[in-house]
């Protein structure tokens, strides 16, 4: 079973961007997948999650109306919009699937599968 995140890059503030996070071996429309962040010195810590069925559940107040997540399911794949970006977005993000089809608390043992992080660095 994997994840691939990938999309990540240097960006200066206030520009976007779109990670991706394609799944193999199992079905992104069968659970809810978040998105974490480790930023430079700190704990990963969770982002946002989409559910299955397309609810979201925002873990880190500082992206609502800043990030979004959406997914397709022919595609097998999930994505991460990420506009208006900030210094303190900067960060290795990491796409997971979650056992469950509903978004949970973000805590990290809800989470049965991690990609291997795709780094965001913002530039002031």
């Known amino acids: 079973v994997q994840l691939q995140a990938s999309g990540g890059g240097l960006v200066k503030v206030g520009e976007s961007l779109r990670l991706s996070c394609a799944a193999s071996e199992f079905r992104v429309a069968h659970r809810a997948i978040g998105w974490f962040r480790q930023a430079p010195g700190k704990e990963r810590e969770g982002v946002l999650c989409i559910s299955t069925s397309g609810g979201h559940r925002y873990y880190d107040d500082s992206v609502k109306g800043r990030f979004y997540t959406s997914r397709d399911n022919v595609k097998n794949a999930v994505y991460l919009q990420m506009n208006s970006l900030r210094p303190e977005d900067t960060a290795v993000y990491y796409c997971?699937?979650?056992?469950?089809?509903?978004?949970?608390?973000?805590?990290?043992?809800?989470?049965?599968?991690w990609g291997q992080g795709t780094l965001v660095t913002v530039s002031s």
């Open positions: 997971a699937a979650s056992e469950y089809s509903d978004c949970t608390p973000p805590s990290e043992s809800f989470y049965e599968y």
